[in-house]
């Protein structure tokens, strides 16, 4: 099990701890993450509040058996857009969402030239 702190900015992200719970698959990305609240005296404290199951192997070979990253930044952006449109509007969130668009963009791109090579859903390049 390994720790990712990447995401320690505040109080919120300093509760929260987030474990990857499986080794590099083949692409050496992993696929299982726990997010924990670990702050003392909550009445959450060490409950769990996620567990993320990124898809394991081609679909074509594995079926569907977890989510994509597209599946995850477009909620991401869901909740940036929420923000841009209500009283947390703000340049700083405006530039987050379009680079989190920018990311979904350059995924739709690699799964299309993926797709007209017939290579998709393979682990083949």
Do not use: W
């Amino acid at each position: 099990m390994r720790e990712i702190t990447s995401h320690k900015a505040n109080g919120l992200n300093e509760a929260l701890r987030i474990e990857v719970l499986d080794e590099p698959g083949s692409g050496n990305a992993c696929h299982k993450y726990h997010i924990t609240d670990q702050s003392v005296g909550g009445d959450s404290g060490g409950a769990v509040h996620c567990h993320v199951q990124f898809q394991d192997g081609p679909i074509k070979e594995a079926d569907i058996n977890g989510i994509s990253n597209e599946a995850l930044l477009a909620i991401v952006v869901d909740r940036l857009e929420g923000f841009q449109s209500g009283e947390f509007a703000c340049e700083t969130n405006a530039d987050a969402l379009n680079l989190v668009a920018g990311a979904m963009t350059v995924l739709h791109i690699r799964t299309k030239e993926r797709m007209d090579r017939g290579v998709e859903g393979t682990h083949q390049k």
